[in-house]
């Protein structure tokens, strides 16, 4: 409702405008603020629920739209509506803009992170928790000592949740996102090979060879057997045993460190989790990957948002 009540504020501004001078022919706004809802909805009723408009208003608004950009917008796939390309460009562009409009008839206020009270939910792995999570927390504490971090599990990546504020702060590969979702890179990252220590690997040179002939552990979320490793490992005709698959990357070192198997883990996200143990670079090239937050930008100008990345950035930084 309110967001409603700013768009008519916009509105009405505009068409006052025109007293001050000879009468222009202006846009309708509201049909910027329709796009950005229908756009990110990809639905004609919930776009209408959101607006407190009819469906067959809702229609005819999606009607001026197709006819104001010429491009058909939303069509029709079986039982629902996707984007066209044409959509999928705007859809990113209209939000900004009205993110920015929005902003501009917010009330300017002071962040007081004092007395800040509100639970932020970060959706990452088990690894950066364990390695950055501390750090985090203390860094969030230091300024606002009533707010709580929910780390929550990457069960999935579906943008509904970012757009919902369901999950505050993504971080982790970025992957396939889609247009709507900001995406700000925090560090690289590569993966080494890590074994108990006293295990044999430990002593003399790592070869391929040597590499390939033991006994590994997979780690995959989807249960996939083979990975960029085993494409390295081709490269020389070679194929490592796998042994067990496991979810996350602190059970593939748990069992490392309580056997003869092998770990191959992130370099950065496993420091703490692999102390003790021997690490070694892999005998293999294969590709850094970039560990990224994502957020919605909806949430780009919002002040608590924005403190709350600047501590993410700062915290792994720090660890450089």
């Known amino acids: ?29 509201n049909l910027l603020f329709a796009l950005d809802i229908l756009l990110t909805e990809g639905s004609v009723a919930r776009a209408a629920d959101k607006l407190r408009l009819s469906p067959s208003a ?23 509506l996707v ?26 206020s002071l962040l007081d ?19 950055y999570g501390p750090r985090l ?3 969030i504490e230091a300024d606002a000592p009533s707010v709580r971090l929910r780390f929550a599990p ?12 369901a999950v505050d702060l993504e971080i982790g590969v970025a992957g396939e996102t889609g247009p709507e979702v900001r995406i700000q890179a925090l560090f690289r990252d590569r993966f080494i090979g890590v074994v108990r220590a006293g295990h044999p690997l430990g002593q003399g040179a790592i070869t391929p060879e040597r590499f390939a002939a033991g006994r590994h552990i997979s780690v ?3 249960g996939r057997e083979r990975g960029p490793i ?26 490392a460190r309580a056997s003869d198997l092998i770990a191959s883990v992130p370099e950065r996200h496993s420091q703490g989790a692999r102390a003790g143990m021997f690490s070694f670079p892999l005998p293999v090239t294969t590709v850094e990957v970039t560990i990224s937050m994502l957020w919605h930008p909806r949430l780009d100008a919002d002040p608590t948002q924005c403190w709350l990345r600047d501590c993410v950035r700062e915290v792994c930084a720090s660890s450089r």
């Open 1 to 29: 409702m309110w967001r409603k009540a700013q768009h008519l504020h916009l509105i009405h501004a505009w068409n006052a405008m025109s007293c001050y001078g000879p009468p222009m022919t202006l846009p309708d706004l």
């Open 58 to 80: 809702m229609s005819r608004t999606l009607a001026r739209l197709r006819e104001a950009t010429g491009d058909p917008l939303l069509v029709r796939a079986g039982r629902g």
């Open 83 to 108: 984007p066209t390309p044409r959509a999928l460009e705007l859809r990113q562009q209209t939000g900004r803009v009205v993110q920015d409009a929005e902003a501009l008839l917010r009330p300017a």
């Open 113 to 131: 992170l004092s007395r800040l009270d509100r639970t932020f939910t970060l959706r990452t792995n088990e690894g950066f928790v364990e390695e």
């Open 137 to 139: 927390v203390a860094r």
């Open 154 to 165: 990457k069960s999935d990546k579906d943008v509904a949740s970012l757009r919902e504020a």
């Open 220 to 222: 995959s979320r989807r």
């Open 230 to 255: 085993d494409e390295a490992l081709s490269q020389f005709g070679l194929q490592r045993t796998l042994v067990c698959m496991v979810s996350g990357f602190s059970a593939a070192l748990a069992m």
